[in-house]
T-cell receptor
Framework: AQSVTQLDSHVSVSEGTPVLLRCNYSSSYSPSLFWYVQHPNKGLQLLLKYTSAATLVKGINGFEAEFKKSETSFHLTKPSAHMSDAAEYFCVVSEAGAGSYQLTFGKGTKLSVIP | NAGVTQTPKFRVLKTGQSMTLLCAQDMNHEYMYWYRQDPGMGLRLIHYSVGEGTTAKGEVPDGYNVSRLKKQNFLLGLESAAPSQTSVYFC??????????FGQGTRLTVV
């Protein structure tokens, strides 16, 4: 069975400093991994995805994530936080090849950006 | 470019009432999903469908029913609403296990 653990429920950074949101996953098959962002009272928007191509994935708005199979991690980073990055972020796993097309969500990390 | 459209956007129900949430997608996706979002819980899968006429239970299916009579539509029903079903409901669609596209959500309050 697949599962996702987001290691921090809340992260607070100052504007202009790096962002690190941590995600560990468990999967029996070759996983597809995603990061979604949700701004207050909005739907979910895809930031980036890993689907077994390059392990370093670049997404929108300067975010990137690195797939590390040995560590079962898919941490999200950004070199310099902007006020507009304040939102909730979800790490998501889907097991490719398992015949199960459920997306399993982590519980989310709320990012606060301090001016 | 509508993508995934949910109706209604807001609803208040009394305990015991029934209602149906409609999800429509125009991307010809095979897979459709219903999730509920509660504070600190992330999104939890209620039911999903891998094609027209097929449905399957997710993590939290109790108290909900679904139907997928047409490929583009996925309906979520509450037969007898309970306060525990107060939540924000999201519909999503995808082409197999690629990224899912989400609707804007339905905020349901059961009093």
């Amino acid at each position: 069975a697949q599962s996702v653990t987001q290691l921090d429920s809340h992260v607070s950074v100052s504007e202009g400093t790096p962002v690190l949101l941590r995600c560990n996953y468990s999967s029996s098959y070759s996983p597809s991994l995603f990061w979604y962002v949700q701004h207050p009272n909005k739907g979910l928007q895809l930031l980036l995805k890993y689907t077994s191509a390059a392990t370093l994935v670049k997404g929108i708005n300067g975010f990137e994530a690195e797939f590390k199979k040995s560590e079962t991690s898919f941490h999200l980073t950004k070199p310099s936080a902007h006020m507009s990055d304040a939102a909730e972020y979800f790490c998501v796993v889907s097991e490719a090849g398992a015949g199960s097309y459920q997306l399993t969500f982590g519980k989310g990390t709320k990012l606060s950006v301090i001016p | 470019n509508a993508g995934v459209t949910q109706t209604p956007k807001f609803r208040v129900l009394k305990t015991g009432q029934s209602m149906t949430l409609l999800c429509a997608q125009d991307m010809n996706h095979e897979y459709m999903y219903w999730y509920r979002q509660d504070p600190g819980m992330g999104l939890r899968l209620i039911h999903y469908s891998v094609g027209e006429g097929t449905t399957a239970k997710g993590e939290v299916p109790d108290g909900y029913n679904v139907s997928r009579l047409k490929k583009q539509n996925f309906l979520l029903g509450l037969e007898s609403a309970a306060p525990s079903q107060t939540s924000v409901y999201f519909c999503a669609s995808s082409y197999r296990d690629t990224e899912a596209f989400f609707g804007q959500g339905t905020r349901l309050t059961v009093v």
